[in-house]
């Protein structure tokens, strides 16, 4: 029996263990951090950083020194047979000899070093592997970007549907309460039907409602899982509150930023393009200029008719070369004229797309300033027509129950009540939104 308390208290904490690994408790900035080190799409956007940086070391070693070594082994199994004038032998005039040179099998053994001495596009392809470096780190950057943003608004989403859900529950029990008061004031004969079918229309909305914003809450937990990187069912707790971030998220200073468009990651993306055009441009030019190379090579060569090259009598002959190669390019019947001309062409269109996203940059910030500043401005009007819609709602509920106010009236002020709710905690999920994607345009994130 006490084995058996100990292999339950055993279990117990093991399954502790694993319920505590797959709970999470995230602030807003907590779940971002969090993101940006475990969200998919983020990690391998480090990953790309990582393959560039070895694609750079890769086109570095071009231009370094070559070592490479081969070991040939031939055994002809029919040697060739060579026609040599027999009159060399002593032979007669006009006949032939018939001899098959060298021996049977032959073994080489060579070691080459070579040297890049000079080459054009060799000195253009270190520049690109500099600039691929930048273009994966501006991956990353704009990576980072969308997924804080995507962050912000999954955990907004879940908020939102948290709320709502709370929100909706009260409404119910209100309507379940008045339904009843109704119920019993019409079975006293005090009271008509239409009163009591009214206020069940309603309730049936608000409970059809509340079922499907609970399982659009479900959802809306499992995006921000996936956002997050971690597993789509796990239990995920949010510490921050849907007012106390809209709260946070007001920031007028911010539509005082100044716009400038280089601290744009589009931008960045955009003046990378550019250069790696012009470097295409001077690889296309490259390719006219001379390329010259270095080596030296060495090697032994082993000659028999049986295979005894293992032996310690085998005669082995050494050789060596040292040398220099220069390639020359003439004419290419005008193909390398044509790559540059196209190269020039791409270029020009660089040049052409880097103006056009300045100037959409220029109106996207603009907009998003002002999109910012309406949600502001939104929240406050929501935020008093919410009061005023409470009001209402509860001056038509009084004049209800006193006869003065008709079912209908009741259920318009309920109505309109309903409508201000929710409106007013999208007003709040929009100036989070908002502010997050004026923060995405002017890249002030970390600011």
């Given at each position: 029996?006490k084995?058996?308390?100990i292999?339950?208290?055993?279990?117990?904490?093991?399954?502790?263990?694993?319920?505590q690994?797959n709970l999470?408790?995230f602030s807003l900035?907590?779940?971002?951090?969090?993101a940006?080190?475990?969200?998919r799409?983020a990690?391998?956007?480090?990953?790309?950083?990582?393959?560039a940086?070895?694609?750079?070391?890769?086109t570095?070693?071009i231009?370094?020194p070559q070592i490479?070594?081969?070991i040939?082994?031939?055994?002809?199994?029919?040697?060739?047979?060579?026609l040599?004038?027999?009159?060399f032998f002593g032979g007669?005039?006009?006949?032939?000899?018939?001899v098959a040179?060298g021996t049977?099998q032959?073994m080489?053994?060579?070691?080459k070093l070579e040297?890049?001495?000079f080459?054009?596009?060799?000195?253009?392809?270190l520049?690109?592997?500099?600039v691929?470096?930048?273009?994966?780190?501006?991956a990353k950057?704009k990576?980072?970007?969308?997924?804080r943003k995507?962050v912000?608004?999954?955990?907004g989403?879940?908020?939102?549907?948290?709320?709502?859900?709370k929100i909706l529950?009260?409404?119910m029990?209100v309507?379940?309460?008045n339904?009843?008061?109704?119920?019993k004031?019409?079975e006293?004969?005090?009271g008509?039907?239409?009163s009591?079918?009214?206020l069940?229309?309603?309730l049936?909305?608000?409970?059809?409602?509340l079922?499907n914003?609970?399982?659009?809450?479900k959802?809306?937990?499992q995006?921000?899982?996936?956002t997050l990187?971690?597993?789509?069912n796990?239990?995920t707790?949010?510490?921050?509150s849907?007012?106390?971030?809209?709260?946070?998220?007001?920031?007028?200073?911010l539509l005082e930023?100044e716009?400038?468009?280089?601290?744009?990651i589009?931008?960045?993306?955009?003046?990378n393009?550019?250069?790696?055009k012009?470097?295409l441009?001077?690889?296309?030019?490259?390719?006219?200029?001379p390329?010259l190379?270095?080596?030296v090579?060495g090697?032994?060569?082993?000659?028999?008719n049986?295979f005894?090259?293992?032996e310690?009598d085998?005669k082995w002959?050494?050789?060596?070369?040292?040398?220099v190669?220069?390639?020359i390019?003439i004419f290419?019947?005008g193909?390398?004229s044509?790559a540059?001309q196209?190269?020039k062409i791409?270029l020009e269109?660089?040049k052409e797309?880097?103006?056009?996203?300045?100037q959409?940059l220029?109106?996207q910030i603009?907009?998003a300033?002002?999109?910012y500043?309406f949600?502001?401005?939104d929240y406050?009007n929501k935020?008093?027509n919410l009061n005023?819609?409470e009001?209402?709602?509860?001056?038509n509920?009084?004049?209800f129950f006193?006869?003065?106010a008709t079912?209908f009236?009741?259920?318009?002020?309920?109505?309109q009540l309903y409508s201000?709710?929710?409106?007013f905690?999208q007003a709040?999920?929009?100036?989070?939104n908002?502010k997050?994607?004026?923060e995405t345009?002017l890249?002030t994130t970390n600011?």
């Open positions: 029996m084995n058996k308390l292999l339950i208290f055993s279990l117990l904490i093991i399954v502790k263990g694993f319920s690994e999470h408790n900035q907590g779940a971002i951090d969090y940006l080190e475990n969200n799409t990690k391998n956007a480090s990953r790309d950083i990582d393959a940086k070895k694609q750079k070391w890769e570095t070693t231009g370094l490479s070594a081969s040939d082994y031939n055994n002809w199994l029919k040697q060739q047979v060579s040599i004038p027999a009159e007669n005039v006009g006949e032939f000899a018939e040179f049977k032959t080489n053994g060579t070691i040297q890049l001495i080459d054009g596009s060799y000195l253009v392809g520049q690109s592997a500099k691929y470096l930048e273009i994966s780190k501006n950057e990576t980072d970007l969308e997924v995507a912000i608004n999954a955990y989403n879940v908020l939102l549907a948290e709320e709502s859900v529950e009260r409404n029990d309507l379940k309460k339904l009843n008061e109704s119920t004031i019409y006293n004969g005090l008509d039907e239409e009591v079918e009214q069940q229309i309603t049936s909305g608000i409970e059809s409602t079922n914003t609970s399982r659009l809450k959802l809306a937990y995006m921000l899982n996936i990187g971690i597993d789509i796990n239990k707790t949010l510490t921050d849907l007012e106390s971030l809209t709260a946070q998220n007001i920031v007028l200073d930023v716009d400038n468009i280089d601290n744009n589009d931008y960045k993306i955009a003046k393009d550019k250069t790696s012009e470097l441009l001077k690889l296309e030019k490259s390719k006219a200029l390329t190379k270095g080596f090579n090697g032994y060569s082993g000659n028999n049986n005894s090259f293992l310690k085998q002959f050494g050789s060596s070369l040292l040398g190669s220069m390639n390019p290419s019947s193909g390398r044509a540059t196209r190269a791409n269109k660089a797309d880097l103006t056009e996203t300045e959409k220029k109106l603009a907009s300033k002002s999109d500043q949600a502001i401005e406050d935020k008093q005023l819609a009001r209402i709602e509860a001056k509920q009084i004049k006193e006869g003065i079912s009236e009741l259920r318009q002020a309920q109505t201000s709710q929710q409106e905690l709040m999920l929009d100036v989070i908002k997050a994607e004026l345009v890249n600011n």
